[in-house]
């Protein structure tokens, strides 16, 4: 055997050993210690309690929130807002929602009463679209279904409303149409009902 040959089969053979070596000692010996059980004293124990506590707490606190008996997923946004506002202050908005629909829908282009119910913004969207019509045709409002549902802010009170008007043309009906709209409306600061947006769902 040459002396390079010999010296890379000795490396070759150490090399080997020392894998075997370390393969044996992994598959008898995984470094535990076998009385070792895997905690850490009791730190392992006292962490689980508070999650499982945190947990019932905070399914208690949306319980409290939405005011509803447990079991039950419906919501009744209008005696959270009977709660909130009082009956009579609800019932207003619903007038006022009606109002406002009926007004957008049939075009009413008096500004004086669209400044008395509109927040400034929404006064901008009055302008843009009341005022401005994009065809000859008119609307007259037959129908609305009022419901209430989650508002967004702290002072607002939403509403979904179900729409049904005829359309007409030079005063005879050309066809009946119908849509649903959310309007949001919020408390001003001298505690009167303004609209805050209108849209279509």
Known sequence: ???STKSKFILAVFIGLVMLAFMIKMFFYD????NDTGFDGEKEYSYTDPIEEEKTNSKDETDKDQQVP?????IDYNAEYETKFGEEKVQT???IAEKVMQSWLENDTDMEMWKEISTAPFLIVVQNEVLAPKDQLTRKVQSQEVSSTEASGDR???FMIY???DVLSAGKKVREQSNMYKLTLTLSESGEWVVKELSRV
């Open 1 to 3: 055997m040459e002396r």
């Open 31 to 34: 470094g535990k210690d076998k």
């Open 70 to 74: 447990r079991g039950n997923t419906e």
């Open 93 to 95: 908005a619903k007038k």
């Open 156 to 158: 607002d009170i939403r």
């Open 163 to 165: 729409a049904t008007w």
